[in-house]
């Protein structure tokens, strides 16, 4: 008698050659991604001449620069300002945006799809368009050269974002959880505190996030708005551009220094970003 194996099915075989292809494809874009930044770290342990006439990755690396940026400006009272003016508007962006967001999802109104395409279309209006009203203002209430201001800036910037994702956060809690709180007599303090923000958690969390990112490495603004007193790392960097050309390797020395503390927050809390971007995406 002649056996017959069970052949397996044609998709099954094909199976592993494309996660195989999907992996090499994901490699190369994140490594593509990341080139710059490697670049960018490595010019920084150069001298000025090597990073001009040698740009290999083959080189004697030096402190030179490093040793050059932190003589020639405090990158503490920089870093100080970035911390200050990046989380304290994230946390006054989501004091306004958790209520807010509270309100369109659980309350609408006939108003409220519209109110949120209007927020998301502010996005679209280029900074350039409002500079000039908003550093007269600034400059006629003393807010030029404050964290005071870029706080304020900063969240009116990222406030349209933050509305949003928390909107979509709430959309996806059940409501049944709320209805029942407010059954037992909580009131709406106690549903938003107790009921709400601790199922949301992980959306908040990512939320905030992305905001203190986003201020972190907005450049436009600070560059308009401040000179010393509150400049944030942003204007670090480009301090480092002069009318005499660009020193590379200083700049790319000062560029990973500014960079740096962000790129640790989000490396330490990915896990949190990516399980609260995906928040209510599976039920």
């Known amino acids: 008698m002649t056996t017959h194996r069970n052949s397996a099915p044609a998709h099954t075989r094909s199976l592993p050659i494309r996660q195989l292809v999907l992996t090499l494809l994901g490699w190369s874009i994140a490594l593509i991604i990341f080139f710059p930044i490697l670049w960018m770290v490595l010019t920084g342990f150069k ?3 090597a990073a ?11 402190l030179e620069s490093y040793q050059e940026v932190q003589a020639r400006s405090g990158y503490a009272r920089f870093a100080l300002n970035s911390i200050a003016v990046a989380f304290g508007s994230t946390f006054l962006a989501l004091l306004i945006a958790i209520p807010s967001a509270y309100a369109m999802a659980f309350l609408p109104t006939k108003r409220t799809k519209g109110t949120l395409l209007w927020m998301l279309s502010t996005k679209m209006l280029p900074p350039v368009g409002v500079l000039v009203p908003i550093y007269l203002i600034f400059r006629d209430v003393g807010l030029l050269d404050t ?6 800036i900063y969240t009116l910037m990222n406030l349209p974002i933050v509305v949003w994702m928390l909107y ?10 709320l209805e029942a709180g407010r059954m037992d007599g909580a009131s709406i303090l106690q549903e938003v505190f107790f009921l709400l923000l601790p199922l949301t958690l992980p959306g908040i969390a990512s939320t905030g996030l992305l905001s203190v990112i986003l201020s972190w490495n907005e450049a436009f603004w600070s560059l308009n708005l401040t000179s010393s007193k509150a400049a944030p790392l942003t204007a670090y960097i480009a301090s480092f551009s002069s009318p005499e050309g660009l020193f590379w390797a200083k700049l790319s020395a000062a560029s990973t220094m500014a960079i740096a503390p962000i790129l640790i927050l ?3 809390t990915q896990k949190q970003m990516v399980r609260g971007l995906t928040f209510g995406a599976v039920k």
């Open 47 to 49: 001298t000025e001449t």
């Open 52 to 62: 001009i006439a040698d740009p290999s990755f083959i080189f004697s690396p030096t």
């Open 147 to 152: 964290r005071t201001g870029l706080i304020i």
């Open 168 to 177: 979509t956060f709430f959309k996806d809690m059940p409501k049944d959880i």
């Open 266 to 268: 989000g490396w330490m």
